[in-house]
């Protein structure tokens, strides 16, 4: 296995020539800060996860790029960015953030919803406002057609339960009447007597939830 350690590269035993010429490529990127043609490198499969890793460590240097590859004719290189967020959020950055929940490719619906409901992966404290999210996030709940995305969707909505009443409606209306089964229990979760809507009262630590893993 290869691997890029700062502008370090470290070839395994049994690295295959394609990932070390890859990894090298990156190297040669990152040495010149080439933030926009790492994000072009995350279009191509087996040199994604080494670009991406040394975007990571450009942190908000990369920014720039990132924001111009969320609009990307790739889905693979819209839904990296959108993980880079997930880290280097900014409020200038947030408007960009929200109009990936339009997205075809519902990889990028799930990783911006939870980018919007995380507090622990940020460096910054960039936290989104509600009346920025909660309305969009209470539409995928109720209107998304994968299942994955409404999951996500329930932990953006649940922020808020405790205090609008619009959100805990909607969370109940998901317990009620969501076609997932998985959908359906994640969203009790959140409801009034639910584990998680318990010790997320206002005054005590969130805690993060894993997505179901099935549709039906």
């Given at each position: 296995m290869a691997s890029v350690r700062g502008n370090a590269y470290h070839a395994g035993p049994s690295a295959d020539p394609a990932e070390m010429e890859?990894?090298?490529?990156?190297?040669?990127?990152?040495?010149?800060?080439?933030?926009?043609?790492l994000i072009e490198v995350l279009a191509v499969p087996y040199r994604a996860t080494a670009a991406y890793r040394s975007l990571l460590q450009?942190?908000?240097?990369?920014?720039p790029a990132v924001r111009a590859g969320l609009r990307h004719g790739n889905a693979d290189v819209r839904f990296h960015c959108c993980r880079f967020l997930d880290r280097y959020l900014q409020p200038d950055t947030l408007a960009?953030?929200?109009?990936?929940?339009?997205?075809?490719?519902?990889?990028?619906r799930i990783t911006t919803l939870h980018t919007l409901a995380c507090d622990r992966c940020k460096e910054g404290s960039c936290q989104p406002e509600e009346a920025e999210v909660l309305p969009r996030a209470m539409e995928l709940l109720a209107k998304d057609p994968s299942?994955?995305?409404?999951?996500?969707?329930?932990?953006?909505?649940?922020?808020?339960?405790?205090?609008?009443?619009?959100?805990?409606?909607?969370?109940e209306a998901a317990v009620q009447s969501d076609p997932s089964s998985a959908v359906r229990k994640k969203a009790g979760?959140?409801?009034?007597?639910?584990?998680?809507?318990?010790?997320?009262?206002?005054?005590?630590?969130?805690?993060?939830?894993?997505?179901?893993s099935g549709d039906g």
């Open positions: 890859g990894c090298l490529m990156v190297i040669s990127l990152c040495r010149s800060d080439e933030a926009a043609d450009l942190g908000a240097r990369a920014l960009d953030l929200l109009a990936m929940l339009d997205d075809a490719d519902q990889r990028v299942a994955h995305v409404r999951a996500m969707a329930i932990e953006v909505v649940g922020r808020f339960v405790h205090g609008n009443r619009h959100a805990a409606a909607a969370i979760w959140y409801a009034p007597g639910g584990a998680i809507h318990g010790r997320s009262a206002p005054g005590r630590p969130r805690r993060a939830v894993a997505s179901p």
